[in-house]
């Protein structure tokens, strides 16, 4: 690959000549952290954990992000797509559920070489903000087995405020049926655990109901009934700059919090999570001390 063109971005960067484009990251893979982790939905993280793998750099700037001392701070370590490799089979040793790949849009490439190397025993979990190229889903078939895609906007005028990414929506919708196509309807275990399939994740923000309330209508509408999970999460954290956004200066209320309870039980979407409005809190954040790598 001369030129960059993995995400919706289209930077076109020589990232082997050391360029570096909106993700910030060069031609080597950079992960921050590679072990066990428990704060997924049930079905990821079961009871021995999911083997989570978080990449360094974002295709994103989510001005509210819980994990920019990666997304943006440059922290992690680099390695070789063998070493990736051996992390992954390392991982598989611990008995985790899966393999969880966290934010690795901008590495889809070397990440689909460690994985035709290593070929997991075990489903591959494609973690990411859903803004992604069909054609770079595409050279993922077969190799991801669960894709667990963020739709985070219905509206383009917040996507740009608050990710800089204005054609967010229609890429993320775009990106989740191609994901959807690659998995068909999910497949759960005898224990529950997601085998294959697609589980959608919408961050609630302060404010910001209407976009729930299309996310909900748009699954309900675009899938055959409960085949494709959803996850309403309610953890928002108001790390965003208050001055520069003070609608995103607070949690959710309860009123907000029950209004879209409300309206996804109405919708018709049987399969999926809700969180607990207690749920706005870091201590899930894990430490990105280069654990595993």
């Known amino acids: 690959m001369s030129v960059c063109r993995l995400c919706p971005r289209m930077c076109a960067v020589d990232r082997a000549a050391g360029e570096r484009g909106f993700c910030g990251q060069g031609d080597e893979i950079v992960i921050a952290r590679a072990a066990p982790h428990y704060g997924e939905e049930p079905c990821i993280s ?4 999911s ?31 063998s070493r990736l ?9 611990m008995n985790v559920h899966n393999l969880n790949l966290v934010t690795p849009t901008h590495f889809a490439d070397k990440i689909a070489q460690a994985l035709k190397i290593s070929r997991p025993k075990i489903p591959v979990v494609w973690n990411s903000s859903g803004y992604e190229n069909v054609e770079t889903l595409r050279m993922l078939e077969g190799l991801v087995q669960v894709y667990m895609p963020d739709l985070k906007y219905s509206s383009a005028a917040a996507a ?5 990414a ?10 989740i049926l191609e994901m959807y196509r690659q998995t068909g309807s999910c497949v759960m275990d005898e224990n529950g655990l997601l085998k294959s399939g697609v589980l959608i994740r919408h961050l609630i923000m ?7 309330f299309d996310v909900i209508d748009w699954i309900a509408e675009s899938f055959p009934q ?30 907000e919090y029950d209004r879209a309870k409300s309206y996804l039980m109405l919708s018709g979407i049987e399969n999926g999570y809700f969180q607990e409005l207690c749920s706005a809190t870091d201590e899930m954040i894990p430490s990105f001390d280069g654990t595993g790598t």
Not at 46 to 49: A, T
Not at 206 to 212: C, E, F, H, K, Q
């Open 46 to 49: 079961g009871e021995f954990g």
């Open 51 to 81: 083997g989570t793998v978080f990449f360094s750099g974002c295709n994103m700037r989510c001005v509210f992000c819980q994990n920019r001392e990666i997304s943006r701070g440059g922290v992690g370590k680099a390695v070789s797509v």
């Open 85 to 93: 490799a051996e992390i992954f089979d390392e991982l598989q040793e």
């Open 160 to 164: 740009g405020r608050y990710s800089k």
């Open 166 to 175: 204005p054609d967010y929506p229609q890429i993320a919708k775009a990106a």
């Open 206 to 212: 302060p404010g910001r109901l209407d976009d729930a």
């Open 226 to 255: 409960n085949s494709v999970l959803l996850s309403l999460m309610s953890q928002f954290t108001p790390l965003a700059d208050k001055r520069r956004y003070p609608e995103l200066s607070r949690t959710l209320t309860s009123e």
